[in-house]
């Protein structure tokens, strides 16, 4: 565990280097310059002196990617050395991504691995490793700690498999989290299929079909005394998806696990938000199930009647997120929200377009989507505007329905997925709304900067950053 301190120059002192440093024979070497130059330290990887108690870390240059893969390499370094308590003297310009770098890189995910008596003794024996970042604020020090904490939470329940996680269980956590002593001025309400149907939410249902368990809308509220501006986040949160009738192959379907991940990240985000107390009106909507199969599953060729009312044709049952989320969405805009912003896993065209670790960023309004691109790209979360099409919106056109589910080409999937959900708002939302798709970064089976293999949380942080400049105005 690492814990963030503002005590001053305790324990082993971490001193960042640069190439130009050892050239320079900058100050901050001076004590072991030498020694340095003898064991020919060329500012990479990491050198620990025992004579001063000062690792050295080697750094390319003072980029959030450097100071990210510094902060990992320092704390394992610390831990294999033992060392319970460090400090750093850093520009106040790095204490904030350095501080995000140690916490959310010490992060593991073990909850179902086996511990022998060894490692229980070695795991019981450990102690928190405590890190001072010296400019760093201690308001600055808890707000990071905060949301690091809730980003952990969101990769526990993405990483939590769908034996567990089903979706009564994603639906009571959020509302047990709502429950939780500390939270204040928040509500949750859960809507199962009685709800839905009353709700006249047809696609949403067809998806829910042949699941052995209800479907969900969780909507919770954060409402303080006197808010700003009033915030709607809405998240996909398929527990699991085979991909329906339209199967997906074996390969495809390992990781299906984490297509909950935007229903999870709002509901991070949600209580990040409500902890920090910020001056907004935020409401977090998830549509919560599964896409099973089974005598009851939806099929190809079914057309669904939507809440908005509008009629859709079925061709693929595995672009079902979309579908959840045109009724979330509906529903979201009866709130008369200032602006609207849903995040899901929505397509592997995304991924293709932008790679694995980049949300594609889509909607009508520019300054909206150029906001929350800023936002991300401040928290080092990556993320890039997709742009709209419509020649691509007439590739959703259906002889038999209002729009199809999918699109009649193989080609800007991302984009006619978001296209597809803009079927469903209405025309004064146009210029409100804004959908994320984090189907590349949400989970990576591989390391990635300071996400493990496995769930990353990404854009919780983005989320907050850009409520926080929104209600700034």
Same mark, same amino acid.
């Given at each position: ?80 050395? /033992? ?160 991909? /329906? ?16 991940? /935007? ?211």
């Amino acid at each position: 565990m690492i814990e963030l301190t503002n005590i001053k120059n305790e324990g082993v002192q971490i001193v960042l280097v640069t190439k130009a440093d050892l050239d320079s024979g900058a100050k901050s070497l001076s004590k072991d310059l030498e020694l340095l130059k003898e064991f020919n330290f060329k500012a990479k990887g990491s050198f620990f002196s025992q004579q001063s108690k000062t690792l050295y870390i080697g750094i390319k240059d003072f980029s959030p990617n450097s100071l990210e893969e510094a902060a990992l390499s320092a704390v394992n370094t610390l831990r294999e050395l /033992g060392v319970k308590s460090a400090f750093i003297d850093v520009d106040d310009a790095y204490s904030q991504i350095l501080a995000y770098a140690f916490l959310l890189g010490s992060y593991k995910f073990d909850r179902f691995k086996s511990k022998d008596s060894k490692s229980k003794d070695k795991e019981e024996g450990d102690e928190t490793l405590s890190i001072s970042i010296k400019n760093a604020s201690p308001s600055l020090l808890d707000e990071v700690s905060l949301i690091s904490k809730e980003v952990c939470f969101v990769r526990d329940l993405v990483n939590t498999p769908p034996n567990i996680a089903n979706s009564t269980y994603l639906a009571y956590v959020a509302r047990d989290r709502s429950l939780e002593r500390g939270v204040k001025n928040v509500t949750c309400n859960l809507y199962d299929n009685d709800f839905l149907e009353s709700k006249n939410m047809g696609a949403f249902l067809a998806v829910n079909q042949a699941s052995n368990f209800p479907a969900y809308l969780a909507h919770l509220i954060y409402k303080p005394t006197r808010p700003k501006k009033k915030v709607v986040l809405v998240g996909k949160g398929l527990v699991y998806d085979t991909g /329906g009738l339209s199967l997906k192959p074996a390969d495809y379907m390992t990781t299906m696990k984490a297509d909950k991940a /935007g229903a999870c990240t709002v509901l991070g985000a949600f209580f990040a938000i409500a902890k920090l107390g910020l001056d907004v009106e935020l409401h977090a909507i998830m549509g919560i199930t599964d896409n099973a199969i089974g005598k009851n599953a939806y099929r190809p060729d079914d057309v669904l009647v939507s809440k908005e009312g509008k009629t859709i044709e079925v061709k693929n049952t595995d672009a079902e997120g979309r579908l959840v989320l045109a009724d979330c969405l509906s529903y979201a805009q009866d709130l008369e929200a200032d602006v609207i912003l849903d995040f899901a896993t929505l397509t592997g065209a995304c991924v293709v377009a932008l790679g694995e670790y980049t949300s594609g960023v889509m909607g009508f309004n520019e300054d909206l989507k150029a906001s929350f691109v800023k936002a991300s790209l401040e928290m080092n979360e990556l993320a890039h505007t997709l742009p709209f099409n419509p020649h691509l919106k007439k590739l959703l056109e259906s002889k038999i329905a209002d729009v199809s589910n999918i699109s009649s080409s193989r080609y800007g999937g991302a984009i006619t997925a978001g296209l597809f959900l803009s079927e469903f708002i209405r025309d004064e939302y146009k210029d409100k709304w804004v959908h994320v798709d984090i189907a590349g970064p949400a989970y990576v089976e591989k390391t990635w900067s300071v996400n493990p293999s496995g769930a990353s949380g990404t854009a919780l942080r983005s989320i907050v950053n850009f409520v926080k400049h929104y209600i700034k105005g």
